[in-house]
């Protein structure tokens, strides 16, 4: 075996021109360093937008009787678009599938690399130009639309630049969100074709593990939704600079029909968001019980079917707009039935527990925290699915928390905790385990401390996109029990980050394959993993999470992890 | 390592590529099946209007582009055959008249827009609208047409103008090709990417099937 292709990938290149420094990484088309390249951008960009909500929370302490406006009533619209554009553009849509789907899809699948590794470099580009688009928008003036650019007000409304140019800022944040969605597209294309096309010998679909089927799900709402959404948006670019009217009801247009056309998109994008955590949370279980995971086969089904339902729903987003209550019933019915796969995850991940023995790392805390809030933002839920509740509950801070538990508390506490379980295997390097706790305990009390009072807060009235309140005590004592729960969270955010940053500059060197005696065949990989992932090409002979055949090949010395040594 | 290299960047895998290659066409199918949605919408609550302004397009000239582009897309199959049969020559030519085909059909077409921007039926941005080359046909005001008729256009413009835009990426891609196939990397053993290409340029042409009907032939 040639020496340099059994270093590890951190060492050397796929592309011969550039084998140093920055271009080594960014000319790369290794799908380790891509994923990696994606962590380093969507982590800064998560701490950016959370530092954005930190400042609203901030700003909702005060009662519009106090006097303090932290942000000015004008630009309170700027700051939480700003805050969802990014958190939701630049981070959590992309952010599982682009960090550890391109780190872990070809590694649990067992190939050298994606089915199309040049397309998979410029997927990374995109993003790159796509986010730098969005971030000089901001200072070209932003927008206050909201991230979902609802029109007629999207139309209509123009910003005030901070550095003083009259500039269309809107029109350049929604070509930003065009371009990001070609980025997702051609990732969710290349995942598509890597596992029909890459699987090592005997790794047939059932024999994948629960992440690759939840991102191969993924992937399919990426290729099959983000078109429509794309030309939507610029559909109101073209009526923002031209007189034609599509959704402007003066020249003949119908706002409602934009709305239905961004839900079909975007609806499905929340479980593009969600999916790939329900993945890793069906890695970590399964190894930190040592146990094989309740029903796999109805796991990797009802990924499928949630990506499949959740096409069908847009609608419940859009009862309040006088949709006809026909249709209105159907897609309340199809709410509820999405609840069904869902659950199956839930109670299979229960399952998995009973019995088993459990290690609680950081990673497992994550996705034991991951249960507990997304049962919370799913059966919230099944609230505003319901056509009578919503329409007390549209609108208001009620909805804002829902959306956080799932997404939030959800989908981005799975991906630190994914991140958290695999962060050895990429860099070859540990953490502080006493200090991740430590970020756990915060994260997940600041997190339920701010957002369980807005549940409460939408309940009382509170609306959502509002910079202030009347001084009403009920108001007041929750919006100040929910600024300091974001004390708290940002606590725990910054104790995450930081123990990453100090792990990859300081972190004990590892080269165990296999820390958490994982039976999928990632981890029979050397640590940080080769240039081509294996150094021999894998055989796939048993279930990824048959942990008795695994103990047995580790006893026997014959996994491929053992045979490294 | 050069070897080890060579063969990550040198794999190639046919089947998948095709596979990638049609999930990427069905995504510029859905781009366009957003606008023939709206369109839907639109022409079902302002039928009339629709029916009227449809009256203005001529259908003539667009059943001669639509001869034009169907041609092209035989000219571009012939390409293919010729080439996988190892008749460069023939392939090459035949690549070029489709391209020439296709630029035959943009004139055609900026001719046909150009009769409706000498009748005052033209996109024109807010800055132009304020300098007083406005379109007050499609702008409000007391001169403007029926919103149907301002929707119809509206759509009419951005439609064939995507099109077109496609029609455009199409040609310069089979320009690349046509370069490819002169410096031999694309040859009758490897000839995947003229394969794409024409895939590409089918199903541009099948879009213009169904912009054909409804813009001139249901008035």
């Not at chain 1, 790939?276 to 019980?289: A, C, D, F, R």
């Amino acid at each position: 075996m040639d020496k340099a292709a059994s270093q590890s990938y951190l060492n050397s290149h796929t592309n011969p021109k550039w084998t140093k420094g920055f271009m080594s990484w960014f000319m790369s088309t290794d799908h380790k360093r891509i994923g990696i390249m994606y962590a380093m951008a969507m982590f800064t960009f998560f701490f950016v937008a959370v530092c954005l909500g930190f400042v609203m929370k901030l700003q909702k302490m005060f009662p519009a009787s106090s006097g303090w406006e932290i942000i000015p009533v004008e630009m309170y619209g700027s700051y939480f678009t700003l805050h969802a554009i990014i958190m939701i553009f630049l981070f959590i849509v992309p952010g599982a599938p682009a960090i550890l789907g391109n780190f872990f899809l070809p590694l649990q699948i067992g190939a050298k690399d994606v089915a199309f590794p040049r397309v998979n470099l410029l997927s990374f580009w995109l993003y790159l130009f796509g986010a730098t688009m969005a971030v000089t928008g901001v200072l070209l003036g932003g927008a206050d639309t909201g991230w979902t650019f609802t029109p007629p007000y999207s139309i209509n409304t123009r910003t005030i630049s901070v550095l003083g140019i009259a500039f269309d800022s809107v029109s350049w944040m929604l070509t930003a969100a065009f371009i990001l969605g070609w980025g997702t597209i051609l990732t969710g294309i290349n995942f598509i074709v890597t596992v029909h096309r890459m699987r090592a010998k005997g790794m047939g679909y059932f024999k994948m593990p629960l992440f690759t089927w939840s991102i191969y799900a993924t992937s399919w709402l990426q290729v099959l939704a983000t078109p429509v959404v794309g030309i939507t948006l610029l559909m109101i670019v073209i009526e923002r600079i031209m007189p034609v009217g599509f959704f402007n009801p003066a020249k003949g247009g119908d706002p409602i029909l934009f709305q239905h056309l961004f839900w079909i998109y975007s609806h499905p994008a929340v479980y593009i968001m969600i999916l790939p955590s329900m993945g890793l949370v069906s890695e970590i279980i399964p190894t930190n019980s040592q146990k094989p995971i309740f029903g796999y086969k109805s796991i990797a089904i009802a990924s499928c079917s949630i990506a499949g339902v959740g096409y069908l729903l847009w609608a419940h987003h859009m009862f309040t707009t006088g949709m006809s209550d026909f249709a209105a019933l159907l897609f309340s019915f199809l709410t509820f039935f999405v609840a069904i796969p869902t659950a199956i995850k839930v109670f299979n991940w229960t399952a998995t527990l009973y019995k088993g023995s459990i290690t609680l790392t950081p990673a497992m805390l994550f996705a034991l925290a991951f249960i507990f809030n997304f049962s919370i933002g799913g059966l919230t839920g099944m609230f505003l699915g319901s056509l009578s509740t919503d329409i007390h509950l549209h609108d208001t801070d009620f909805v804002v928390a829902h959306f956080h538990y799932t997404m939030f508390g959800g989908a981005a506490f799975g991906l630190i905790g994914g991140v958290f379980h695999y962060f050895s295997k990429m860099f070859g390097k540990m953490y502080s385990m006493k200090w991740a706790k430590a970020g756990f305990g915060f994260m997940f009390i600041g997190f339920n401390a701010l957002y369980f009072p807005m549940l409460l807060l939408g309940y009382y009235g509170m609306p959502r996109r509002y910079q202030t309140y009347p001084d009403i005590p009920i108001f007041n004592k929750l919006q100040l029990a929910s600024t300091i729960g974001s004390w708290i969270l940002v606590t725990g955010v910054i104790i995450v980050l930081a123990v990453w940053i100090h792990a990859l500059l300081k972190g004990k060197r590892t080269s165990d394959p296999n820390p958490w005696n994982s039976s999928t065949i990632e981890w029979q990989t050397a640590t940080p993993p080769t240039l081509f992932n294996f150094e021999v090409e894998p055989v796939i002979t048993r279930d990824p999470y048959d942990y008795e055949a695994f103990r047995a090949e580790v006893k026997a010395g014959t996994s491929l992890g053992a045979s490294h040594d | 390592m050069t070897d080890q290299v060579l063969a990550v960047e040198h794999h190639h895998d046919e089947v998948g590529t095709r596979l990638g290659f049609w999930l990427f066409l069905y995504t510029e199918l859905f781009l366009f099946a957003a606008f023939f949605l709206v369109y839907a919408v639109y022409r079902s609550s302002h039928l009339e209007d629709f029916k009227l302004a449809a009256e203005n397009l001529n259908t003539t000239i667009g059943a001669v582009n639509t001869v034009i582009l169907l041609t092209s897309s035989l000219t571009m199959v012939l390409s293919l055959d010729a080439l996988k049969k190892g008749s460069v020559k023939l392939a090459k030519i035949l690549l070029l008249a489709t391209v020439t085909l296709g630029v035959t059909f943009l004139i055609i077409k900026g001719f046909e827009w150009g009769a409706k921007f000498d009748h005052h039926i033209f996109l024109q941005t807010a800055k132009g609208i304020a300098a007083g080359q406005g379109s007050p046909l499609l702008t409000p005001g007391e001169e403007m047409l029926p919103v149907g008729q301002v929707l119809f256009f509206g759509l009419y413009f951005v439609m064939t103008g995507t099109h077109a835009l496609h029609i455009i990426i199409g040609a310069t891609w089979m320009l690349i090709v046509y370069f490819w196939i002169s410096k031999g990397s694309i040859n009758p053993e490897n000839h995947g990417v003229l394969e794409r290409c024409g895939l590409y340029w089918h199903l541009v042409d099948v879009i213009w099937i169904f912009l054909f009907p409804l813009y001139y032939l249901v008035a």
